[in-house]
């Protein structure tokens, strides 16, 4: 689902690199838990091959999605020996208990537990999650080894055959690469109670120095303001997305929303993030090509004072948006400042006029360029990216390029029979599905937009 990968959009490593850092990132994967055992089972596979099934395909939507791959990515199923001393450090500490071949961590033994999520105990009610064990010393202990049951994977233990708990597995192979204290741990917003309390918690009583310095969680993604789950069936899948809509476009519409807010999924945002990242790309594009045509080299020293200013500006709301939090809209809002410079030096005559305009194009270019490849937007060309979105257009407009042109040439004949009747239908007809007309003295041309309907929508909601 889109929530899961929400938080590798939001640039941090790109972000901790810009500032030259050493980024060392962990990802690691659930691939032995009880809902995988479950869905394995009935569809009559092994539960370590589908999980790693699943797994190639979440790397290919990540290489979709532009996101950084990871340093490491282990799995839990690689990973029994260290998830297996862990407790054992844990059982030494007396901070858990043996029964019956399972091991539960005591709450009891760690008086910190709730510091993260500000929950208390007695908050807790034993049972809304899993059935009440009355074997446990407290109803809120948590298993750390669960003993083997029929059709189940296990791995041998110390305390018999069986596998571990869901919240040991991620302190123990974070220990593994990270130690048991680093800078940033992340997940969803769902996971601060209880899982990341719970991995505080055995962290803290496997090692007492253990400490993470930040905890980050991304929201939600929403649908008409009602969180996207399987359980209420109102999900979509990356692929599903991507099928209509680049995943550059996917990638702009999910910065666009400060990650830890919720994400309100709607066709009428992802048109308008297609729309925006077309312009500026194109704006992009069309500078480029102004460039290429002359050799003079870029030198700061160069740029005019009143260019220099806006440029030092938008690189004072990155630095700013990004070191607070990550605050992603706030830099996507202030690119609109050097576009629209560059796009007055590249169209209008006062534009074309000003002092060293090649060398301001270029200073602009560059920035805006440096932000988005932090942001992990960056296409590997930007004519490349401009094609593929005009693609995914007609594929939303269910509309072929020789279609799309067959009107234009029917636009331009009723113009100039002065049939401005024809003329206006024809453009209303494409505007409808979300293809813009543009007029201008080399002919008339067409960009993706947001279609007709859309655009009313968005007007009658403001």
């Not at 560059?342 to 000003?354: A, E, F, S, V």
């Not at 090649?358 to 805006?368: G, T």
Request: hydrophobic residues 35%.
């Amino acid at each position: 689902m889109l929530a899961s990968m929400l938080l590798s959009m939001f640039s941090t490593g790109r972000y901790l690199k810009h500032l030259g850092y050493d980024v060392c990132y962990v990802r690691n994967f659930t691939d032995v838990d009880d809902k995988i055992i479950a869905r394995a089972n009935e569809l009559g596979e092994d539960p370590i091959s589908l999980s790693r099934r699943y797994c190639e395909e979440f790397h290919n939507d990540m290489v979709y999605l532009h996101c950084l791959p990871p340093s490491i990515e282990p799995c839990v199923s690689d990973h029994m020996p260290q998830i297996i001393n862990m407790i054992k450090q844990i059982l030494d500490n007396g901070c858990a208990y043996r029964i019956d071949g399972d091991v539960y961590f005591s709450i009891d033994g760690y008086p910190e537990y709730g510091k993260l999520s500000g929950r208390k105990l007695e908050d807790n009610r034993a049972g809304e999650r899993v059935a009440v064990d009355s074997r446990k010393k407290n109803p809120a202990d948590f298993a750390l080894w669960k003993s083997a049951k029929e059709g189940e994977p296990f791995w041998e233990s110390p305390w018999g055959p069986g596998r571990p708990g869901w919240h040991i597995e991620c302190s123990a192979m974070s220990a593994a690469y990270l130690g048991h204290s680093f800078d940033i741990h992340g997940g969803g917003m769902d996971l601060v109670f209880p899982h990341h309390e719970n991995e505080i918690a055995q962290s803290c009583a496997a090692c007492r120095g253990s400490n993470i310095s930040y905890w980050v969680h991304n929201g939600f993604v929403t649908i008409n303001s009602e969180k996207m789950s399987k359980s209420l069936g109102n999900f979509f899948t990356i692929r599903q997305v991507i099928d209509l809509y680049h995943p550059l476009a996917l990638r702009f519409f999910l910065l666009g929303t400060h990650y830890r807010s919720p994400v309100n999924y709607s066709d009428v945002q992802l048109e308008s993030a297609s729309e925006r990242i077309f312009y500026i790309y194109q704006t992009l594009h069309d500078c480029e090509t102004v460039i290429s045509q002359h050799e003079t080299a870029f030198e700061k020293d160069s740029v005019p004072s009143d260019t220099l200013d806006g440029i030092n500006k938008f690189s004072d709301v990155f630095v700013t948006s990004m070191s607070d939090d990550l605050h992603t809209p706030v830099l996507l809002a202030a690119l609109s400042d050097p576009l629209k410079i560059i796009n007055d030096m590249l169209h209008t005559r006062k534009g074309k006029k000003q002092t060293k305009r090649i060398q301001s194009l270029a200073a602009l270019e560059k920035i805006v360029r440096d932000a988005l490849s932090v942001l992990g937007l960056m296409p590997t060309t930007y004519s490349e990216v401009l094609q593929q979105l005009r693609e995914k257009a007609l594929r939303r407009a269910k509309l072929t390029e020789e279609q799309v042109l067959q009107r234009i040439e029917e636009r331009t004949v009723a113009r100039k029979n002065r049939d401005y009747e024809r003329s206006d239908a024809i453009r209303k007809d494409l505007a409808t599905h979300g293809i813009a007309l543009m007029d201008s003295p080399d002919g008339t041309s067409w960009r993706p937009a947001i279609p007709l309907a859309m655009q009313e929508q968005q007007a009658a909601a403001t």
